[in-house]
């Protein structure tokens, strides 16, 4: 593990020494994470939208979706996975904290045996 301290600026700032951020791939933000006593900084996942992309269209041709209806179609339904990743990921956090119910695989995905019937 490497370790290097930092000085604290009176505005609370810091600067990641140039080896961290290069070997961490930091670009223009980072992400701040409080785990137990610990701050994390990390860089900030870069999201373009398209981790889906390729698993959206499929399902929508299969849908026979084409031309235009399948690009209307295929923005909605990427426009909502973000959302919809950020809501688990909250609920998850809510969970480890005690604070939430957690859901079992078959809840999120349901029975495999009754999807291959």
């Known amino acids: 593990m490497e370790k290097k301290i930092v000085s604290i600026s009176s505005k609370r700032q810091i600067t990641i020494p ?15 994470i409080v785990r137990g006593n610990e701050l994390v900084i990390r860089p900030a996942k870069q999201y373009s939208g398209g981790e889906f992309a390729e698993m959206i269209l499929a399902d929508l041709i299969g849908e026979g979706l084409s031309g235009e209806e399948l690009l209307e179609k295929f923005k909605e339904k990427q426009a909502s996975i973000r959302p919809a990743v950020e809501e688990m990921i909250a609920q998850a956090e809510n969970v480890a904290n005690g604070d939430g119910e957690y859901a079992t695989y078959e809840d999120v995905f349901g029975d495999e045996e009754a999807v291959n019937d």
Not at 18 to 32: D, V
């Open 18 to 32: 140039q080896k961290f951020f290069s070997m961490l791939g930091f670009e223009t933000e980072a992400e701040c």
